[in-house]
């Protein structure tokens, strides 16, 4: 390669890694060199563990979906009348009833973010789109910073039929994150089945139990998922129980 040819070739792509690090400076995927000449990884593909509403867990591996942003998990939104809840739980608490309906789940790479997380597109084992449904069903929204619009139309359905997140009122995560920037790395959390089966030695289904017997929202919701009679502490239907609580 003529010498001229070579250094305008290496200025080029030095302008261009300018470029987009400047323009992802926030906390999806920050541009390195290995994602530019790096070897592509393959596709992961395996049962996944939920992590919060936009991570999962794979063979060790974490990974980030590609386009949409969720609930922190200690984020708190308000529902339809107004009562926090924890919007950051009930967004990986859908997923991972989601993901357990049709295992496993692949995600193909779309790069790294700067916690080396690989961020991905994923699919159920069905050929569902992880990360449309989430949008779709109000428990993430596009993030059209990194998605270009690309869930823009499931989330326009999402906020018109009032679910999940579109039901109450919300701060953006990307907000929340701004406004709780004392620790910006992501927390390290524990796989949600882990969490679970550590609340589920605490809490039995054998002693039949009314809201005011009951000291806490996780307790609740434990209840309303495991339990034959938990339904019943959801008196008015809308997927919330023991309202005083949650």
Known sequence: MPRRLFFVTVAAAGALV??????HSDS????????????????IIGVASVIDGDTIE???????FNGIDAPESKQYCDD?????YPCGRRSAEALDTFLAASRPVQCTFVTWD????????????DGASVAAWMVEHGQALDWSRYS?????RQQAKAEAAKVGLW????????????????NPQPA?????????????????????????QISSCEEANWYLQNCSWGGKLDRDKDGIPCESLC
């Open 80 to 84: 339809a009348k107004g009562f926090e």
């Open 58 to 64: 794979i063979h060790g591996q974490r990974i980030r």
């Open 148 to 152: 270009h619009g690309t869930y823009a």
């Open 18 to 23: 300018a470029q987009t690090a400047m323009q």
């Open 28 to 43: 999806m995927p920050k541009l390195n060199l290995s994602n530019l000449i790096g070897p592509k990884p393959e596709p």
């Open 114 to 125: 700067r916690y080396h997380r690989f961020v991905g597109n994923c699919q159920r084992g």
């Open 188 to 212: 390290i959390s524990q796989p949600l089945g882990t969490i679970n089966r550590q609340v589920a030695q605490t809490y039995s289904c054998q002693l039949r139990r009314t809201c005011p």
């Open 167 to 182: 039901a109450g009122t919300f701060q953006a995560p990307w907000d929340w994150r701004t406004g709780h920037a004392d």
